[in-house]
């Protein structure tokens, strides 16, 4: 009613989450009460294609606009949504699509690598990335931080953070026509504003997020935030890295060959690639 009444985009993501409830099932609605963005629809809530085109005619009614179905296929999260109807509602150009990267991708693309990689997933948008990782317990460094205690260096926690602005560097970054990021030329320049507000032990599972600040060749700054559930574990107020473009190297153009044709009297005897390209 606030919103219909002002207009505000600010009351958009209460509106939205409550539609969302409405259809989520009723042992699922305490994980929206905690405002995690990062809640997958499908995975995390349960809902399926006919459900979210439930969710869609009741959010176009209560917030009274017009949403095209082919805008929804990139909606994985509850974030998305948010953005979605958010820049809806404010005319804004729709943001590209957040991509879900697996560790498979994250292992392929990063420089850093097992055993020092901490992401186990992530996502990456046009404004920000997201990730997860476990504390396992079997980290080597656990093994003498501390004695028969292990506890997360928060230094560990800092890099993990830094490394999902790698990434974000690497996947959702612009970049200029014909080049991109190269991932041998990032490196940590510095940090400010670090603190950490809770001890994090083995079972632990780590949200990490960041966001871009500033960008301009050769530097990137971005904030960060680490938590368990809901506790803050780790912030960062500036993760500065630097960076610099590569060429994107272009493959060539396949060149066609003509193949003369088999003479008439060839016998069964020519090899078998001379058969084969004939064929």
């Not at 929804?72 to 109807?85: A, E, Q, S, W």
């Amino acid at each position: 009613m606030q919103f219909r009444k002002t207009g505000n985009a600010d009351h958009m993501p209460a509106v939205v989450i409550g539609v969302i409830e409405r259809f989520v099932e009723p042992d699922l609605r305490s994980k929206l009460k905690d405002a995690d963005d990062d809640l997958r629809l499908i995975e995390d809530l349960g809902i399926d294609s006919l459900t979210m085109m439930e969710i869609v005619i009741l959010v176009e009614d209560v917030l009274q606009l017009s949403i095209n179905n082919d805008e929804l296929r990139n909606l994985r999260t509850v974030g998305d949504v948010k953005t979605f109807i958010d820049c809806k509602i404010r005319g804004l150009p729709l943001p590209r699509p957040t991509k879900f990267l697996p560790i498979e991708h994250i292992g392929a693309v990063m420089p850093v690598q097992p055993p020092f990689l901490f992401l186990n997933e992530a996502s990456v948008s046009s404004t920000g990335a997201n990730g997860k990782y476990k504390i396992t317990g079997q980290e080597f460094f656990l093994q003498g931080h501390f004695k028969d205690n292990p506890v997360m260096p928060a230094s560990i926690m800092l890099e993990a953070l830094g490394q999902l602005a790698v990434l974000f560097l690497l996947e959702g970054a612009p970049s200029e026509p014909g080049k991109a990021i190269g991932a041998n030329t990032i490196f940590f320049t510095g940090c400010e504003g670090v603190r950490a507000h809770r001890m994090c032990k083995p079972g632990d599972i780590l949200t990490l997020s960041i966001k871009p600040k500033r960008m301009k060749m050769p530097l990137a700054t971005f904030e960060g935030a680490i938590r368990v559930g809901q506790e803050k574990a780790v912030i960062a107020e500036d993760i500065t890295l630097t960076f610099a473009y590569v060429e994107i190297a272009v493959a060539p153009a396949p060149v066609e060959t003509a193949v003369p044709a088999s003479p008439a009297n060839e016998t069964t005897s020519n090899p078998p690639l001379r058969v084969a390209i004939n064929a």
